[in-house]
C-alpha cells in the first residue's frame, strides 16, 4: 500500500511538471540551456518535495520516533517493588514495543496510580532500574545527584537575589557615614546592621536602649499576664494567651506608648533578622537618639492635630 501511494505522488507530481513544461505559457523557457536545466532539476526535485510533504500520509499517519536506547538483550526484564506492607506495589517489565524495547509498568489491585505520593514512589523506582541497568534516567530530579543539582541552582538563585538586594539598600559604612552626618534615621539602620541580636531574656536590662527594627525601644520590664494594649485587654485569642511578655517604651509614640513582645517574640531571629537588636553604641549615644526621635515625633503629631 505504501508503494502504491508513493507511485501515485511521484506521478501527480510529474504530470504537473509535464504540464507546466509543456503547456503554452509565455514567457516559460523551454528550449534553451537554461530552461532545459530548469526542467531537469524540477523533474527530480518536485517528486522529492512532494514525497516529503505527503510521508506522513503515505505511513498511514504514523510518524517516524527515534529508536529505543534500551538494549534487545534486556527483554523480558521483571521487578515487582512493594509500595505497602501487605506487599502491593508496581511491576516494572521491558517489553517489545513498536519502535525497540520500552520499559513499562503495571500497578497491583489496590494500588491509585493518580495518587500524589504513587506518582512520586513509581519515578524514584523506575530511576533505580534505569541507573541499575545502565539506561539514560527518564526523571532525573527524583534522583540523588538531581536533587543536589536543584538544591544548588536555589541556593544560586537565592544568592543573586541576596546580591540584588543588597545592591539597592546601602552598606554598613555608608549608614554610619550618614549618621555621622547627623541622619538619625540613618543610626537606626546602622544599629541593625552592626547591633547584636537579642536570643535570650536575660540579654535584656532595664533601662537600656534596643533597636527594634522599626524603632528605638527603651525596656521598662516584664509581666506575666495577658497581652494588653492601652488599658484595655486584646481581643485576639493568640494575644490573650498567658505568657511572659516585654516591654519596651517607643521613641514614636506621643503617650509614651509601649510596644510589647512575648518571649518567642522577643527573641526570635528569622533568616538572620532579630526582632530586638543590641546597639553597637555607647547609651549615651542610644539615649540621644531616642530623645531626638522622641522629639521630634512630638513636633509632628502636634502639627498634625493643629491642622
Not at 516559460?28 to 526542467?39: D, K, Q, S, V, Y
Not at 516494572?92 to 524495547?101: C, M, S
Not at 534596643?210 to 516584664?222: A, E, N, P, Q, V
Amino acid at each position: 500500500m505504501k508503494a502504491i501511494r508513493t507511485l501515485a505522488v511521484v506521478l501527480t507530481a510529474w504530470i504537473f511538471w509535464a504540464v507546466l513544461f509543456f503547456a503554452p505559457i509565455p514567457f516559460l523557457p523551454r528550449t534553451n540551456f537554461w530552461g532545459l536545466i530548469t526542467a531537469a532539476v524540477c523533474f527530480f526535485v518536485m517528486p522529492s518535495v512532494a514525497l516529503k510533504a505527503t510521508q506522513e500520509w503515505r505511513d498511514h499517519g504514523r510518524v517516524k520516533a527515534p529508536k529505543s536506547k534500551i538494549p534487545a538483550g534486556l527483554l523480558g526484564f521483571e521487578r515487582h517493588v512493594p509500595f505497602s506492607d501487605d506487599g502491593v506495589g508496581v511491576t516494572f517489565r521491558i517489553v517489545k514495543g513498536q519502535r525497540g524495547p520500552q520499559l513499562v509498568w503495571s500497578f497491583d489491585a489496590g494500588m491509585t496510580p493518580d495518587h500524589l505520593m504513587v506518582t512520586i514512589w513509581v519515578k524514584e523506582e523506575l530511576a533505580k532500574i534505569e541507573t541499575e541497568l545502565g539506561l539514560p534516567v527518564t526523571f532525573r530530579h527524583v534522583t540523588p545527584e538531581g536533587r543536589a543539582e536543584l538544591d544548588r541552582r536555589d541556593r544560586e538563585r537565592q544568592a543573586e537575589i541576596a546580591a540584588k538586594v543588597a545592591a539597592e539598600y546601602p552598606t554598613l559604612a555608608e549608614l554610619q557615614t550618614a549618621a555621622e552626618e547627623g541622619r538619625d534615621f540613618a543610626v537606626l539602620s546602622a544599629w541593625g546592621r552592626s547591633g547584636t541580636p537579642v536570643t535570650g531574656p536575660e540579654q535584656l536590662v532595664v533601662g537600656r536602649y534596643y533597636y527594634l527594627g522599626y524603632d528605638i525601644g527603651r525596656y521598662s520590664g516584664s509581666f506575666e499576664g495577658r497581652r494588653w494594649k492601652g488599658t484595655e485587654f486584646e481581643n485576639d485569642e493568640d494575644d490573650n494567651e498567658e505568657g511572659t511578655w516585654f516591654t519596651f517604651t517607643v521613641a514614636q509614640s506621643t503617650a509614651g506608648g509601649d510596644a510589647r513582645y512575648s518571649a518567642a517574640e522577643a527573641t526570635e531571629v528569622s533568616d538572620g533578622v532579630a526582632t530586638v537588636y543590641a546597639p553597637a553604641v555607647s547609651q549615651r549615644e542610644a539615649a540621644r537618639v531616642f530623645d531626638a526621635w522622641r522629639a521630634a515625633h512630638v513636633e509632628s503629631e502636634a502639627r498634625r492635630r493643629s491642622k
